[in-house]
């Protein structure tokens, strides 16, 4: 059982505003940064936000935040390319050890 | 871009050790900012953490792999290393190796490798 808690399927259509959320506890997201990787049909992971920050080359389409011990990734304006595996991940303190979310398959419609 | 490269032999027989090599290229393994992460996938699963190293030799293990589990940095080779010894099936995945990285005061992996099978059997 993964530490951080997702969603395991998400799905909208092309153009739709989706938000996948990430929810763990005050040992974790309540103190960290959240990460938050796309995995493409199992190919490597690639990193699709710092917290709420932006990889270099990443749509401005996606977005993060974090309220409390929940964070969120939102994609506005969903495109087919979107379709993949979303995996949230921070650190927790209390075995000092980084943590992933189950992840969530996301189906664009 | 730094890029990362798993290699290693792609069979353990059980009860074995499985080694992998992480060979970076287009940046220093010895900035002291970033660690130095090992994760895997089982097949048709999420991603499990492994543990990571610093280039100080300072190391953070999963709990869950930790009796099992070690790893190593060459920093004259621009590499890091996995040892997971005693494997069984379950230990069967594709192994990514990953920077962590500063951005904004906190650690991310910014950088992936594109993951290596490794497949326990007989």
């Known amino acids: 059982q993964s530490a951080l808690t997702q969603e395991a399927s998400v799905s909208g259509t092309v153009g739709q505003k989706v938000t996948l959320s990430c929810t763990g506890d005050s040992n974790n997201i309540g103190s960290y940064a959240v990460g938050w990787y796309q995995q493409i049909s199992h190919g490597a992971p690639k990193t699709v936000m710092f917290?709420?920050s932006l990889p270099s080359g990443i749509p401005d389409r996606f977005s993060g935040s974090k309220s409390g011990t929940t964070a969120s990734l939102t994609i506005s304006g969903l495109q087919p390319e979107d379709e993949a595996d979303y995996y949230c991940s921070t650190w927790d303190y209390s075995i000092s050890a980084r943590v992933f979310g189950g992840g969530t398959k996301l189906t664009v419609l | 871009q730094v890029q990362l490269q798993e290699s290693g032999p792609g069979l353990v027989k059980p009860s074995q050790t499985l080694s992998l090599t992480c060979t970076v290229s287009?940046?220093?393994?010895?900035?002291?900012?970033?660690?130095w992460s090992w994760i895997r996938q089982p097949a048709g699963k999420g991603l499990e953490w492994i543990g990571r190293i610093n280039t100080f030799w300072s190391t953070n293990y999963n709990p869950s792999l930790k009796s099992r589990v070690a790893i190593s940095i060459d920093t004259s080779k621009n590499q890091f290393f996995l040892k997971l010894n005693s494997v069984t099936a379950a230990d069967t995945a594709v192994y990514y190796c990953a920077r962590d990285s500063v951005v904004d005061g906190y650690l991310f992996f910014d950088s992936w490798g594109q993951g290596a099978l490794v497949t326990v059997s007989s």
């Open positions: 917290g709420n």
């Open positions: 287009g940046g220093s393994i010895s900035s002291g900012s970033d660690y």
